[in-house]
């Protein structure tokens, strides 16, 4: 049986905290956050022990693994307490926004023999494991091209968290697509050029893209061109939308976040993500939850993790390539970020 802590019960750490609780090989769950109201709140909901600090709780408890799920900019010095101690570790995306800070972390994670993994939770949706699974088949081809996007409605930055102004679309969203492309080519991005602007959310006093459009060029000749934005209308029935469409020499590949369900109400559509995350008579399902659970199973049984921190790192190199290119105008060759 394994000890479990969580860093941050904010959106996605709550979700950590209901899963770890009814996973049948944690005997504990423990979780920190500087929010006292949301301590309290934890502490009565799940009759768990809160904490103010990380180093509090790696202090005062005996943990064999710990979830990090703080916000985007602030994975890094929460994540390396947890491996100075030697604590196995499932670092929610991006493993971080600097891709120094994501060197640091994988050389005191070997240095302390810790594992990371992090949660890219694209890998499990069904619709890309089955895409996936066909372009592997060698009826399939080669890859000539693909596309993905990725955006969410207005909101997000504006009213869900209080720090766009230090992460981006492709921080925040872009980070899985690029991370999704490696896992169904197998290959690696080779050269980035990228675009984006940044004037709707400025003018509402956040200064951050609202939109960043780049092109991969990967390693096993496909291009990719990946759309990212965060200001779709309130009005949109999901909090999010995206695409991905794959050609092949002899297929082709479409698949759209909408799922086969809408429902409405007297003045709205609803468009619900019912593979995504569900609770359900003392269990957990979806491909939002998914990885936690795995991530303790392989824990305890050695396996490789579906996404680890090497692949935590290609990705946010990935995204600073793409940021660079925005910046610079000029397309970004990825041995030079390596």
Not at 78 to 93: F, H, Y
Not at 277 to 290: C, D, I, T
Not at 314 to 319: G, L, P
Request: proline content about 3%; glycine content about 6%.
């Amino acid at each position: 049986m394994l000890e479990a802590g969580v860093i941050g019960a904010g959106i996605y750490g709550i979700h950590h905290i209901k899963t770890y609780l009814l996973n049948k090989n944690i005997d504990k769950v423990v979780f920190c956050d500087l929010n006292k109201e949301i301590r309290d709140k934890i502490e009565e909901n799940y009759g768990i022990k809160g904490y103010k600090t990380v180093s509090e709780m790696i202090k005062n408890e005996k943990l064999n693994i710990v979830s990090v799920t703080t916000p985007d900019p602030y994975h890094f010095e929460p994540a390396m307490q947890v491996i100075e101690k030697g604590i196995d570790i499932l670092i929610e995306k991006p493993l971080s926004t600097d891709i120094n800070e994501c060197r640091k972390l994988l050389e005191k994670a070997k240095e302390k023999n810790v594992r990371i993994s992090v949660d890219f939770h694209k890998r499990w949706d069904p619709a890309y494991l089955a895409i996936k699974e066909e372009i592997e088949n060698e009826k399939a081809k080669k890859i000539i091209r693909g596309y993905i996007s990725l955006d969410d409605i207005i909101d997000v930055p504006l009213k869900w968290f209080n720090w766009a102004h230090k992460s981006s679309p492709v921080w925040f969203l872009g980070i899985h697509c690029y991370d999704l492309i490696r896992f169904i080519t197998k290959s690696e991005v080779s050269e980035v050029y990228a675009v984006g602007s940044k004037e709707l959310l400025n003018s509402k006093g956040i200064s951050t893209y609202d939109s960043m459009q780049a092109v991969l060029t990967m390693t096993d000749g496909s291009n990719w061109t990946v759309e990212n934005s965060w200001i779709l209308p309130n009005g949109f029935p999901k909090a999010n939308d995206g695409q991905l469409i794959i050609l092949t020499e002899n297929r082709y590949f479409k698949n759209e976040s909408y799922r086969g369900i809408n429902y409405y109400t007297e003045t709205t559509q609803k468009i619900p993500n019912y593979l995504f995350m569900n609770y359900e008579n003392g269990k957990v399902s979806g491909f939002g939850l998914e990885p936690i659970n795995d991530f303790v199973d392989d824990i305890i049984s050695g396996k490789k993790f579906k996404a680890d921190g090497t692949d935590g790192l290609r990705a946010s190199e990935i995204a600073h390539a793409v940021h660079l290119s925005v910046e610079k105008g000029c397309k970004i060759k990825m041995n030079d970020i390596y």
